[in-house]
């Protein structure tokens, strides 16, 4: 199976560096057209620069390829919809979008002032949903569409100091779980990979022994798979790094069942907390239908 995306029209936002920069490349020689997207500037969202997308587009086209530069922020609604206009301006159409751009503000939350925790939700969750929600139409028109979020094991998992960011990252989440269904009729996919390359967003967090290996080279397999024709699943979450691709899901332990005509006491759950907490046997589930048919099911007539 070869994994090709000509004809295919692909915006991915914040490719100016990194991981962005990786999968517009990787994107391009498989043959689709490129809109980069990167207003430019420094890891905190701060100043702009147009190199950082011009000098993608360069390469790309230098080896080639078909690609035009968007220096426009994915922050606000009027600019979010301007880099979908540059897709369809240039080539005509839209089938990929990859939901990349990202910023840092780092700080424990007692420190946290209400500007960073702003700024960055701005930039990883409403950036993707504003570009997202522009480039719906065009898909749900094509019947046919592949979007690609980016979260994060901060927000999977959480970290010390990334309260705003987790937030941002695991918001993501729940953004593509309802996209996930309202595409499907569409023939459009969405689908989620949490990353881990040596950028320089990670550039002081990675200990330096580990920071060539991780090349963002190894997550753009993961993005192109899941941007591509050969993709069926929707709404799955993928960790990517080097040599290792694995979903991440959100699960439901057996728990513990009580009669539920009569109220529980705190008391009686507490005696059973250890099986409220019970993970063994726990299953996933594709929609909150589903996990609510669960205590329905048990609920009766
Ligand atoms: P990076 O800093 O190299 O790239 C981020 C790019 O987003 C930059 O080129 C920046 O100019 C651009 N950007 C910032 N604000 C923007 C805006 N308002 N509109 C459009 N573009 C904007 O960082 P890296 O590591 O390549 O990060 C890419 C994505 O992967 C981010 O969403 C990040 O949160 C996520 N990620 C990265 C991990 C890693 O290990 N590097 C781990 C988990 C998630």
Redesign the pocket.
């Known amino acids: 199976m070869s994994i090709r995306f000509d004809g295919r029209v692909a915006i991915v ?9 990786s999968h517009a490349l990787a994107l391009a020689a498989r043959g689709a057209k490129l809109v980069v ?5 420094a ?1 905190d ?1 701060s100043g702009r620069a147009q190199a ?1 997308a011009d000098t993608v587009v360069a390469e790309i086209v230098k080896a080639g390829g078909q690609a035009v530069a968007s220096y ?4 606000e609604p009027a600019s979010a919809t301007k880099i979908v206009a540059k897709a369809i301006e240039a080539f005509g159409r839209l089938d990929i979008l990859i ?6 503000r780092d700080k424990s939350f007692g420190k946290m002032d209400t500007a960073e925790w702003d700024a960055v939700l ?3 969750l409403m ?1 993707s949903a504003y570009v997202t929600r522009a480039a719906w139409p065009y898909l749900q028109e094509a019947k046919y569409g592949r979007i690609v979020m ?5 927000g999977l998992f959480g970290n010390f100091g990334q309260a705003n ?1 987790g937030a941002a ?1 695991l918001g993501l989440v729940g953004l593509m779980n309802a996209l996930k269904i309202e595409g499907l009729k569409y023939g459009i996919l969405v689908n989620t990979v ?9 550039e002081n967090i ?1 200990p330096p022994a580990f920071f060539a290996k ?1 090349k ?1 080279e190894h ?1 753009t397999p993961a993005v192109l798979y899941m941007a591509s024709e050969a993709c069926k699943e929707s709404g799955w979450i993928v960790s990517a ?1 080097p040599g290792f691709y694995a979903r991440v899901r959100m699960m439901e332990g057996p728990g513990a069942a009580f009669d539920p005509k009569t109220v529980v006491s705190p008391e009686a759950l507490a005696e059973r907390w250890g099986e409220v907490g019970n993970l063994k046997e726990a299953v996933g589930f594709e929609t909150a239908t589903d996990e609510i048919a669960r205590i329905f099911l048990r609920l009766g007539s």
Do not use: F
């Open positions: 936002t914040g490719a100016g560096n990194g991981l962005g920069k997207n990167d207003p430019g500037g890891v969202g950082a426009d922020s994915v922050a939901n990349n751009a990202g910023i840092l701005k930039v990883h950036g980016t979260t994060s094991a901060a960011y990252k949490a990353p881990l390359a040596g950028t320089r967003m990670t990675v991780l963002p997550v790094g």
